[in-house]
């Protein structure tokens, strides 16, 4: 977690019963800063990790300090290789991770194409369904009906003939 306060940044880490805190100027690149804090626990937790919960004074880890010192020095210098090394590998990851999004969006983009064309085929089909069933009702009329109409049209026209001739 990070707390702004004027041009100063408070970084922090709470692990177990430990809080690992450092203050930074607003510039100072805030992966670097978690990244010390994540080194210090490391180290704290190797060294001191089972003295934790034993401590009853308030500097029981005062010798941990010379390592406090010692890394803050590597760590001053954003511009250190070592510093710079870790930016880039960062950097690497967030890009990595990045591009693996990008690909996962145009994979969903084609996925939606593929939807779109198959709901316009969908809708085609449809219309030529409707054609055919319209046909299709069409035709059972005629086969239900015509032989009727047949007969009917044949009975007329013996009626009209009968009585043309008579």
């Known amino acids: 977690m990070s707390i702004e306060t004027g041009p100063y940044l408070f970084h922090y880490i709470i692990e177990g019963r430990v809080c690992y805190l450092?203050?930074?100027d607003r510039s100072y690149p805030k992966k670097l800063a978690f990244q010390y804090l994540e080194d210090l626990k490391n180290e704290f937790?190797?060294?001191n990790g089972s003295q934790i919960e034993t401590a009853a004074?308030?500097?029981a880890?005062?010798?941990f300090d010379a390592f406090i010192q010692k890394t803050k020095k590597l760590y001053l210098d954003t511009r250190t290789q070592?510093?710079?090394?870790k930016l880039n590998d960062e950097l690497y990851e967030v890009h990595q991770i990045m591009t693996r999004n990008v690909q996962e969006v145009l994979g969903v983009g084609e996925k939606l194409d593929q939807v779109s064309e198959m709901s316009s085929r969908l809708t085609s089909d449809t219309r030529i369904y409707a054609e055919k069933a319209k046909d299709l009702n069409r035709q059972a009329l005629i086969r239900k009906y015509?032989?009727?109409a047949i007969v009917i049209g044949i009975v007329l026209m013996l009626f009209w003939v009968k009585n043309k001739i008579w």
């Open 57 to 59: 004074r308030p500097y």
């Open 82 to 85: 070592r510093n710079l090394a």
């Open 45 to 47: 937790e190797r060294v």
């Open 61 to 63: 880890f005062i010798k």
């Open 22 to 24: 450092t203050l930074c």
């Open 146 to 148: 015509a032989p009727v």
